[in-house]
């Protein structure tokens, strides 16, 4: 086992943990604004992280490499589905059902990691994993309607994970690869915004012009260390410590 893929495993979802009470600040925005600039936010953030690094020597190997192209496309496209998916759900007030979708997510990476990656549990790992599907089943069943939110966060991200696995590049440049890829899209929503004069950015007041911009750093943060995370450390791994960030998304559910 990787040490240090086990502590940014563990820095990444408890980021991911509280970060709720981050959208909750700006739950006035729709959550199409926000999406927007956590993309193009991202980016920037990103950007001058590498450039601080002066790592862009791996740019023209990714353009080559077709295939890896490819992979971080359909990575970067279920990011964006699961974002929006999340961001709309905490601040419509389904902070419990974005949870139980982070539940079940750790299922579905010890699923994929298991039967697609071929990884071995061991029996007290089996223990865990049955007796947290046993718990996620409780909590479907008690929620009392198919829990669609919780479903499309949990496969959105799980494959998202698996796609990370299959890409040989460094955390910061295979997220900023995923960034560029929905920059333009980003941009040019956010044009349609401001000319049908639907966007509140420019016309709310400095918190809320600085928590939208800084969702490019709490959005990018725990990512990079989720993907250093998933290159070191075997997805079923992974989906065990991903429990973390539920849980304490479950607690702020019920009390904040």
Known sequence: MDRRGLIYGLIAYGLWGILPLYWKVIRHVSA????????????????????????????????????????????????????????????????????????????????????????????????????AAAGVLYLTISYGSPPWIALSLAFSFGIYGLLKKKVNLGAAESLTTEMSVLLLPAIGYLVYLELTQKAVFRSSEAVTVLFMIGTGVVTATPLVFFAAAARRVPLSMLGLLQYIAPTMQFLIGITA
């Open 32 to 131: 199409q604004e926000i999406l927007v600039h956590r993309i193009i936010w991202s980016f920037f953030f990103l950007s001058l992280l590498l450039s601080l690094r002066r790592q862009w020597g791996w740019l023209r190997g990714v353009v080559k490499q077709r295939n890896t192209l490819r992979i971080l496309i359909a990575a970067a496209l279920l990011l964006s589905v699961n974002w929006f998916i999340y961001i709309w759900a905490v601040n419509a007030g389904f902070v419990v059902e974005t949870s139980l979708g982070y539940f079940i997510n750790p299922l579905v990476n010890v699923l994929l990691g298991t039967f697609y990656l071929r990884e071995k549990l061991r029996p007290g790992q089996w223990a865990a994993v049955s007796l």
